[in-house]
């Protein structure tokens, strides 16, 4: 028995083997009833039965539409699971071919890369024991040199252009100061009176995280110099220089508030 209801399928849609399907455009349940009481549905009223009982009719009338909406929940039940599963494939597949793509990316990247470096030309061999005899070297301050002396962490900054030349600035200020007299702590334990610039933290000295990546990467060079110079073992020297080789390469410098993150990085490393 059929009754007048606002459409609800697409005829044209075609399921996942190929092979046409009615498609439901929107969830069955909420539709509602028809009033089929009102004038709109006299005719169809008394199509049923010579309308000799309008109450009859539109029993009938509401229960031939209930089936059909129940019909149509469990087709809706059906259609939104198949339209998951698809979306799901498909979202699979889209993963896939980026990655593979980016695969071949890396792989084509990595081959230029090792075709580049072939043709760089190879550089000479030099005395790494012996420095540029022209060019006379800040030194780096008490604090700095008794830290590194004893093996204890010590920030960059003391390393840094701005901390060199604190300490240069501290040096001539005691020079000039003949009574220039600290108390200092020998490697033994012993108290010790010393002359000259105090071995007190840098006044301006502030966390590696805050150094600017500039300042970070040309201290991280003179630390290392100079740990070597005082004498680390070679293992300590090699693991230090690879770590602050691995930062200056660390790709996540190339993303925004990249060099920052590194920064942070690298000092919560050293500290640890």
Not at 11 to 36: H, W
Not at 139 to 155: D, G, M, T, V, W
Request: glycine share 4%; net charge negative; hydrophobic share 35%.
């Amino acid at each position: 028995m059929a009754t007048t209801t606002t459409p609800n399928t697409n005829p044209s849609s075609s399921n996942s083997n190929g092979s046409t399907s009615v498609r439901l455009l929107f969830d069955p349940s909420l539709a509602t009833c028809p009033d089929y009481s009102t004038a709109a549905y006299d005719e169809l009223r008394n199509s049923i039965d010579g309308g000799t009982d309008p109450a009859a009719g539109i029993a009938k009338l509401k229960a031939s539409w209930t089936k059909q909406n129940d019909a149509e929940k469990a087709q809706w039940t059906i259609q939104v699971e198949a339209d998951r599963v698809s979306a799901e494939a498909e979202a699979t597949r889209l993963r896939e071919e980026a990655a593979r793509a980016r695969q071949v990316a890396e792989q084509l990247a990595e081959q230029e890369r090792l075709d580049a470096e072939k043709k760089l030309p190879k550089l000479g061999d030099f005395d790494e024991s012996r420095g540029p005899s022209s060019f006379v070297e800040t030194s780096i301050s008490p604090f700095a040199q008794k830290k590194l002396e004893r093996r204890e962490y010590c920030p960059l900054w003391p390393f840094t252009t701005a901390g060199l030349n604190e300490a240069a600035a501290a040096l001539v200020s005691s020079g000039e100061d003949a009574s220039s007299i600290t108390l200092d702590r020998t490697d033994d334990n012993h108290l010790a009176v010393r002359s000259g610039p105090s071995t007190s933290t840098h006044k301006n000295m502030v966390r590696d995280e805050n150094l600017l990546y500039r300042e970070f990467s040309l201290a991280s060079h003179r630390y290392i110099k100079e740990i070597k110079r005082i004498g680390w073992d070679q293992k300590h020297v090699e693991a230090l220089t690879g770590f602050f080789y691995g930062i200056d390469t660390d790709p996540m410098r190339s993303q925004e508030h990249g060099d920052k993150v590194v920064l942070i990085y690298a000092d919560r490393y050293r500290l640890d």
